[in-house]
Nanobody, 117 residues
Framework: QVQLVESGGGLVQAGGSLRLSCAAS????????MGWFRQAPGKDREFVAA????????YYADSVKGRFTISSDNAKNTVYLQMNSLKREETAVYYC??????????WGQGTKVNVAS
């Protein structure tokens, strides 16, 4: 059973940056494709970014391309999401997830990001 714990959320001004971390236990980051999703108040959870364990390819939602970067430190069993030029509408709870097979089977508890104007 993989357990994921996010950290790094908080309050930031629009245009600012935050780096989220996702520490994995009970499994190794390199064994899973990892992703970040977010859920804004009153909205559905949406895909943000993902990284493929096999080839290290990264994927991004169009809305964050060029501003967010997902990375993985296998030695630390941790995945990161560097978020730059944050926008107010990106206020949300950000969730880390690990994919087993075809579905994202494991989820963290989320970390809240508040972007102030």
């Amino acid at each position: 059973q993989v357990q994921l714990v996010e950290s790094g959320g908080g309050l930031v001004q629009a245009g600012g940056s935050l780096r989220l971390s996702c520490a994995a236990s009970g499994g190794t980051v390199s064994s899973y494709d990892m992703g970040w999703f977010r859920q804004a108040p009153g909205k559905d959870r949406e895909f943000v970014a993902a990284i493929s364990r096999r080839v290290g390819i990264t994927y991004y939602a169009d809305s964050v391309k060029g501003r967010f970067t997902i990375s993985s430190d296998n030695a630390k069993n941790t995945v990161y999401l560097q978020m730059n030029s944050l926008k107010r509408e990106e206020t949300a709870v950000y969730y880390c997830t690990a994919r087993a097979g075809a579905t994202y089977a494991y989820w963290g508890q989320g970390t809240k990001v508040n972007v102030a104007s």
